[in-house]
């Protein structure tokens, strides 16, 4: 079966990094699209960084650019997301997500079960 596990979230201080993990099974993860979404308590899921499926495409939200850096390794089914000088804003819960679009527009995603991030004194 498909899964998608995050680790590496934690309790860290401002100015602070941290590095997240997703570790992808039961796919063909070579295939997909990957993508970084947070959500923080009361606030819409939002995307924060997406890689294409061989790595040679990059995206990242503004309020990340500079800070956050997001990589994959197809040879390992994984993903991840370091993040430096962290915010308070940056407080949310991370999310793994896996992403194929079809020709006919149709979209298959599969989500992970999110790791905690807390930016905090």
């Known amino acids: 079966q498909v899964q998608l596990v995050e680790s590496g979230g934690g309790l860290v201080q401002p100015g602070g990094s941290l590095r997240l993990s997703c570790a992808a099974s039961?796919?063909?993860?070579?295939?997909?699209?990957m993508n970084w979404y947070r959500q923080a308590p009361g606030k819409e899921r939002e995307l924060v960084a997406s890689?294409?499926?061989?790595?040679?495409?990059?995206y990242y939200r503004d309020s990340v650019k500079g800070r956050f850096t997001i990589s994959r390794d197809n040879a390992k089914n994984t993903m991840w997301l370091q993040m430096n000088s962290l915010k308070p804003e940056d407080t949310a819960v991370y999310y793994c997500?896996?992403?194929?679009?079809?020709?006919?527009?149709?979209?298959?995603?599969?989500w992970g079960q999110g790791t905690q991030v807390t930016v905090s004194s």
């Open positions: 997500n896996a992403a194929q679009i079809f020709l006919s527009s149709s979209r298959r995603d599969y």
């Open positions: 039961g796919f063909t993860f070579s295939m997909y699209a």
């Open positions: 890689v294409s499926s061989a790595g040679g495409n990059l």
